[in-house]
């Protein structure tokens, strides 16, 4: 049976991983690891079986515990978080979605990381074309209230060949198109977390589906799935 909660006992193997990140106590404490793992395993697969009423998920994956210090200044061996990403289902649906438990730093994400060069260029041109409809959902009450405002990396003036006084250059010069939303650990351990998790990604899908529509036809409106 899926977990459909996230425990206090959770949070507390994460805070004292946090205290004790190194190999020697976490080889001694592998075993309870499991047993946390798996449980917030399966209360991610449950998140994505909420996801499934109203979206198409190709796949879930829970990232691993152990860090990549080859070229971090950081040397702690371990993720003091349990992570987990849901992507969309097929190339007419852009876009994904992000989870993130940690004590005192839990959050939820949307949106696109790490869009590929051409991607970014045709969000860009859309937006030099016209960014009024863009405009209308992210600053729609009801969307604000969920998700805030639109976060990101931005280039400093503007991105090479943009004038950097267009009336959109605010839009245009983003390198990320992400909005998030925190929980305090009070909000993680209630009952109805995954609740607002679930309504949270379901109030972003006219944001995905206004920028699937953009990625997926030229400037013409013409798709280019054929």
Not at 3 to 16: D, G, P, V, W, Y
Not at 22 to 31: I, M, Y
Not at 169 to 185: A, G, H, P, S
Not at 203 to 214: G, H, T
Request: charged share 30%.
């Amino acid at each position: 049976m899926l977990q459909s909660t996230i425990t206090k006992l959770n949070l507390e193997f994460l805070k004292r991983l946090e205290k004790n990140n190194n190999r020697e106590w976490f080889t001694e404490h592998k075993t309870e690891f499991k047993v946390h793992e798996k449980e917030v395993k399966s209360f991610f697969t449950k998140v994505q079986e909420r996801l499934e009423v109203h979206d198409e998920i190709e796949k879930m994956k829970m990232f691993r515990i152990y860090r990549d210090v080859r070229f971090s200044h950081d040397k702690t061996p371990y993720k003091s978080h349990f992570a987990g990403s849901f992507s969309r289902f097929g190339a007419q649906h852009r876009g994904g979605y992000y989870l993130h438990i940690k004590p005192g730093d839990s959050f939820i994400a949307t949106g696109f990381w790490n869009p590929n060069k051409e991607d970014l260029l045709r969000i860009r041109k859309e937006f030099e074309q016209d960014a009024s409809e863009m405009r209308e959902i992210i600053e729609d009450t009801t969307f604000q209230n969920v998700w805030g405002n639109l976060q990101g990396d931005r280039v400093k003036t503007a991105p090479k060949g943009f004038d950097k006084t267009h009336e959109n250059i605010d839009l245009i010069k983003y390198k990320q198109y992400i909005f998030t939303r925190k929980f305090t650990d009070k909000q993680v351990l209630s009952s109805n977390f995954i609740d607002e998790v679930d309504l949270s990604f379901k109030a972003i899908r006219p944001y995905f589906d206004y920028m699937s529509d953009v990625l997926t036809t030229n400037l013409n409106g013409e798709s280019l799935l054929n």
